[in-house]
């Protein structure tokens, strides 16, 4: 699998296609699922925040209590593409976490559990 700015070869000329079981475009967390048809990877996040970085360039996806990512994971399921994968490194410092914690409790292990099963299944 890649993400899509692989998509050719770099530094060689003339570039060449990568060839990959998938391609994916990373930004699912803050600009939600793509539906790119040239996309084979169905791609989610619940969220995103860099604004307690400061400066520029800052980015803010609300999580509208679990609403945005269930939203994006029922995209991802009626997608039919073959893989899902949930973009996120639970980086609790850009707002992207999904572990249990505190302030969301199980909520969004629970919501993915919920629609991986779905995507297995097929419905």
């Known amino acids: 699998m890649r993400e899509w700015q692989w998509k050719d070869s770099k530094n060689v000329d003339p570039p060449e ?3 990959t079981e998938g391609l994916y475009g990373w930004g699912a967390a803050p600009s939600g699922f793509n539906p790119d048809p040239s996309l084979t990877v169905a791609a989610v996040g619940p969220g995103f925040s860099t604004l307690q970085f400061g400066g520029s ?3 803010f996806t609300d999580r509208q209590d679990g609403r945005y990512y269930e939203e994006n994971l029922k995209l991802a399921v009626a ?3 073959q893989i ?3 973009e ?3 980086e609790l410092g850009e707002a992207s976490g999904i572990l249990e914690t ?3 409790g199980r909520q969004y292990i629970d919501l993915t559990r919920r ?5 297995k299944s097929g419905r």
Do not use: M
């Open 17 to 19: 296609a990568i060839r």
């Open 57 to 59: 360039g800052r980015l």
């Open 79 to 81: 997608s039919g593409r």
């Open 84 to 86: 899902l994968v949930t």
């Open 88 to 90: 996120i490194w639970n």
């Open 102 to 104: 505190f302030e969301f």
């Open 115 to 119: 629609y991986a099963d779905r995507f």
